[in-house]
């Protein structure tokens, strides 16, 4: 066969943005500024197969408290496999309950009012570190000099 398997196909990057807490964050806006393709949701899809087509998911939390198990639940979820997963919790958050998440599943917890090209670079970096994810950003337009 000359032609590619569609699962070898190189899509644009994308992130489920998870936020049960309905804060107003500029994170969303952000990401889609540097080329993400972002999806807000209130809650988990209904249909698990949904995560398929996202590359990150972002879970912006009320409290570290209950980091750990969402972790575990989420990467126990079909076809989750080695997705990024990212938490966002208020600054405040003992680095206790921090290291907790991450051992349980979150592969970074970062302060929610962190500057979102600490995110988005964050997220970068968990992206090169899964080349079978396959994802891209577009190529950022070039200003013409005047």
Known sequence: MTGKWESDAVKQC???FL?????????????????FVVHEFVEWPDDDLAVRDYHVVVVHLRGIEVAPMLA??????????R????????????????????????DEVINECCDSR?????????LRARPELKCRLPPVPRRSAA
């Open 19 to 35: 936020n049960p807490v309905r804060a107003k964050t500029a994170h969303p806006s952000a990401m889609r500024a540097v080329g």
């Open 118 to 126: 600490h995110l988005t670079t964050r997220i970068l970096r968990g």
């Open 72 to 81: 575990a639940r989420l990467r126990a979820k079909p076809h989750f496999d």
């Open 14 to 16: 994308a992130v489920m």
């Open 83 to 106: 997705r990024v997963l990212i938490a966002l919790v208020p600054a405040g958050a003992p680095h206790p309950g921090r290291r907790a998440a991450e051992a349980s599943g979150f």
